[in-house]
């Protein structure tokens, strides 16, 4: 009996896994449950909760551009407060409070640089994003800790993803490379 029971209650939490990663929020304004705010440029496409055991989880928001490459949909983030009917779910977020030192800005995707400890990464999670000011990356401070959130994103869909000046395929699932800014060699 016991065995039936927690049987059927994995089969329960993976189905409704599914069906939230299958239906992904609409942009609702950060509206409850979905209401948890960095403080920053992210949160114009990102809508999230932190739960109980201070884990965030959420989605992270694109526009399709109308463009293909060789029939693959093209997709950029925006401001989806001002365009909520364009933002679509591009990623389901899970993230881990975590703290990193801004190390500078990699001027190839434009994405502020941050150095984590090793014992603090987990397989899977390769974006972090801090928390409150400042508001946009290029106003971060080279050698300051900031804490934040380290983050897996696991992609919807296959698109590219067009970053400034970057534009970088993305396939469903797990994604380590389209918003990759750790390193774990801080020397």
């Known amino acids: 009996m016991k065995k039936t ?3 059927l209650g ?3 939490a993976w189905l409704i896994s599914s069906a939230a ?4 929020l609409p942009w609702t304004s950060h509206a409850a449950p ?3 705010l960095f403080g920053n440029e992210i949160d114009t496409h990102q809508q999230s909760l932190v739960k109980s055991s201070k884990q965030l989880q959420g989605f992270l928001y694109i526009r399709y551009t ?9 997709a950029e983030h925006t401001n ?4 909520a009917q364009d933002c679509r779910a ?3 977020i899970d993230g881990l409070p975590a703290d990193g030192i801004y190390i500078g800005h990699d001027m190839e995707n434009h994405m502020p640089q941050f150095c984590l400890q090793p014992d603090r990464l987990r397989p899977g999670f ?10 946009m990356g290029m106003d971060l401070v080279p050698g300051q800790s900031y804490s934040g959130y380290l983050m897996q994103l696991v992609a919807l869909d296959t698109f590219y993803f067009r970053h400034h000046e970057a534009l970088i395929l993305v396939k469903s699932g797990v994604d380590q490379t389209s918003h990759l800014n750790i390193v774990t060699d801080c020397e």
């Open 66 to 74: 109308g463009e293909t490459i060789d029939g693959i949909p093209v």
């Open 80 to 83: 989806c407060e001002m365009m």
């Open 21 to 24: 990663t299958q239906l992904a």
């Open 5 to 7: 029971l927690f049987s």
């Open 34 to 36: 979905f209401s948890f």
């Open 10 to 12: 994995i089969i329960v």
């Open 90 to 92: 591009g990623w389901k």
């Open 126 to 135: 390769s974006h972090f994003h801090w928390l409150g000011d400042p508001m």
